[in-house]
């Protein structure tokens, strides 16, 4: 019989069509300890409920609900529950590379004093960014949340200083149309701000302040409207989904709810219901 106080998930996420891959991890613990291991990456969690202690740089650090816990490349450290109930957190190991693009050269180890950081604004939207990208890894929507999140991480709590250099407003169209172009498809922002000479962080920040929204969160709305069109064209929702560059029809269904309110099997019978009421004579 499974325990449920004992559970970890792994997925895979890639960062762009053919970019690095960001592991992410899901776990509630009431009894297990790690051993004393280090990682290659920044490993980034947060502490959904309960307490874990941690023993980190020759001290034990205790997190709750909320907290931010960072820990370095090639630190060694554990893991265990600081309370009976156990805890449970969202975690992403991130190379280096993911935390410098914001920081001024976007090189140097960004080096965070304190492990266990109180920002709950950036911890709620690390903690929704996990949820989502582990639950449909769209290459494009985790390159542009994931990246984000964790420059403005490294900007708001490592030595690292901000690079602060004006926004360049020129390029946002030409990224818009690609998008729309090749949305089956969709280049990487990687390559997308290699064409215009910017850092991937410079071109989120560009796109969103043009835009208002970052760019996988455009391209998903742009998704939208063409598979309104499909679907007001009788085209079933499944077939619709891969028409329009969604994964599959859960994330089309997840996209069209945030945009247009229902699931698109509601919006399809609606309109066909539409469509087969008899329509009202003018007189003549």
């Known amino acids: 019989m499974t325990d449920v106080r004992e559970q970890a998930r792994w997925t895979r996420a890639r960062l762009g069509r053919c970019g690095p891959p960001l592991d992410l991890l899901t776990a509630r613990f009431s009894r ?135 926004v360049p407003g020129a390029g946002t169209v030409a990224v818009r149309d690609r998008l729309a172009d090749e949305l089956l498809a969709p280049p990487s922002l990687a390559d997308l701000a290699a064409d215009l000479g910017l850092s991937r962080y410079q071109l989120l920040r560009a796109f969103r302040t043009t835009m208002g929204v970052p760019p996988y969160a455009w391209l998903a709305q742009y998704r939208v409207t063409r598979a309104r069109a499909l679907l007001d064209a009788g085209a079933r929702p499944a077939e619709v989904a891969g028409l329009v560059g969604f994964a599959d029809q859960a994330h089309l269904t997840r996209w069209f709810r945030r945009v247009l309110g229902v699931t698109p099997a509601a919006y399809r019978n609606s309109v066909q219901d539409s469509a087969r009421r008899p329509g009202r004579h003018s007189p003549s």
């Open 32 to 166: 297990h300890e790690y051993a004393p291991h280090a990682h290659e990456e920044f490993t980034v969690g947060v502490t959904v409920g309960g307490l874990e202690t941690i023993a980190y740089r020759g001290g034990r650090i205790v997190s709750g609900p909320g907290s931010i816990v960072v820990l370095e490349p090639g630190e060694m450290h554990t893991g265990g529950p600081a309370a009976p109930d156990g805890y449970s957190y969202r975690a992403l190991y991130a190379v280096p590379a993911l935390l410098t693009d914001g920081t001024l050269g976007g090189s140097g180890l960004p080096h965070f004093r304190e492990p266990v950081l109180d920002d709950p604004e950036l911890a709620a939207a690390l903690r929704r960014a996990h949820t989502d990208v582990s639950s449909c890894p769209d290459p494009l929507e985790a390159e542009s949340r994931i990246p984000w999140l964790l420059t403005a991480l490294a900007r708001r709590h490592s030595t690292a200083r901000g690079d602060d250099t004006a």
